[in-house]
C-alpha cells in the first residue's frame, strides 16, 4: 500500500469552522464540550505546550496540551458504563472506527437530551399568535430558530479525567496540524 500524505498542513481547532468542539474520552468515561473560540483562546495564552503524535515513524499531527480544567466554558458529561460498553470505542482501533463512534456517541447524547444545550447558544425567535383561528387550534406562540451549530467530535481517547487514573491524561488534546499517510477518514 502506497502512503498517502505524509507532510503536516495545519489543520485543527485553529482554522475549522466549528461552533462547538467535543472530546469523547473513553477512559475518562466523560464527553467533554466546549465553545471552539473557548479551545482557541487557550492555546492562543502561550501557556501550554505541543505535543508530536506519531503513526509507526511518521509524525501525524500536533496539537496542544490543555488540562480540560483550563478551558474556559466547558462542560463535563460523566456517561454511564453500559454506554460505553455499548458504543465500544478500543484503543487499538483506527483513526476512522474511534471517530464514527465518537460521532455517534454524541448523537445518541443529543437525541437522548444528555448533550448540554446551553452551549448552543440558538438565538430563539418567539412570535405570538394573534389570528384566532390559529389559537383556537392550539397555536398560541410559534418559535424559530435562527441559526444552524457545527459540532466538531473527537474521539481523545485518553484524554480528560483525573490525570494518572485509569490511564487518562487530565488533558485534552487540541490539535493544530495533521497528515493523513494511511489515507484514513
Same mark, same amino acid.
Given at each position: 500500500?502506497?502512503?498517502?500524505?505524509?507532510?503536516?498542513?495545519? *489543520?485543527?481547532?485553529?482554522?475549522?469552522? *466549528?461552533?462547538?468542539?467535543?472530546? $469523547?474520552?473513553?477512559?475518562?468515561? *466523560?464527553?467533554?464540550?466546549?465553545?471552539?473560540?473557548?479551545?482557541?483562546? %487557550? =492555546?492562543? +495564552?502561550?501557556?501550554?505546550?505541543?505535543? @508530536?503524535? /506519531?503513526?509507526?515513524?511518521?509524525?501525524? %499531527?500536533?496539537?496542544? =496540551?490543555? @488540562?480540560?480544567?483550563? &478551558? @474556559?466554558?466547558?462542560?463535563?458529561?460523566?456517561?454511564?458504563?453500559?454506554?460505553?460498553?455499548? =458504543?465500544?470505542?478500543?484503543? !487499538? %482501533? *483506527?483513526?476512522?472506527? !474511534?471517530? !464514527?463512534?465518537? %460521532?455517534?456517541?454524541?448523537?445518541?447524547? =443529543?437525541?437522548?437530551?444528555? /448533550? @448540554?444545550?446551553?452551549?448552543?447558544?440558538?438565538?430563539?425567535?418567539? $412570535?405570538?399568535?394573534?389570528?384566532?383561528?390559529?389559537? &383556537?387550534?392550539?397555536?398560541?406562540?410559534? &418559535? +424559530?430558530?435562527?441559526?444552524?451549530?457545527? $459540532?466538531?467530535? !473527537?474521539?481523545? /481517547?485518553?484524554?480528560?479525567?483525573?490525570?494518572?487514573?485509569?490511564?487518562? +491524561?487530565?488533558?485534552? /488534546?487540541?490539535?493544530?496540524?495533521?497528515?493523513?499517510?494511511?489515507?484514513?477518514?
Amino acid at each position: 500500500m502506497s502512503l498517502g500524505n505524509t507532510k503536516l498542513v495545519n *489543520s485543527g481547532i485553529q482554522n475549522e469552522e *466549528s461552533d462547538l468542539r467535543v472530546h $469523547v474520552c473513553p477512559l475518562a468515561k *466523560s464527553v467533554y464540550v466546549y465553545p471552539t473560540a473557548c479551545g482557541v483562546d %487557550a =492555546i492562543n +495564552t502561550g501557556h501550554y505546550v505541543t505535543k @508530536p503524535v /506519531f503513526t509507526g515513524s511518521i509524525q501525524t %499531527a500536533t496539537g496542544y =496540551i490543555v @488540562p480540560w480544567k483550563e &478551558i @474556559p466554558g466547558i462542560i463535563c458529561v460523566e456517561l454511564e458504563s453500559e454506554t460505553w460498553d455499548y =458504543i465500544s470505542i478500543r484503543e !487499538k %482501533a *483506527s483513526t476512522s472506527d !474511534k471517530g !464514527k463512534r465518537a %460521532a455517534q456517541l454524541v448523537k445518541g447524547m =443529543i437525541k437522548n437530551q444528555r /448533550f @448540554p444545550m446551553g452551549l448552543l447558544q440558538i438565538e430563539l425567535n418567539g $412570535v405570538e399568535i394573534q389570528d384566532e383561528e390559529m389559537q &383556537i387550534k392550539g397555536a398560541d406562540i410559534i &418559535i +424559530t430558530v435562527a441559526k444552524q451549530v457545527i $459540532v466538531q467530535v !473527537k474521539c481523545d /481517547f485518553r484524554g480528560g479525567g483525573k490525570r494518572g487514573a485509569n490511564r487518562c +491524561t487530565g488533558n485534552l /488534546f487540541l490539535q493544530i496540524q495533521e497528515c493523513n499517510p494511511l489515507r484514513q477518514y
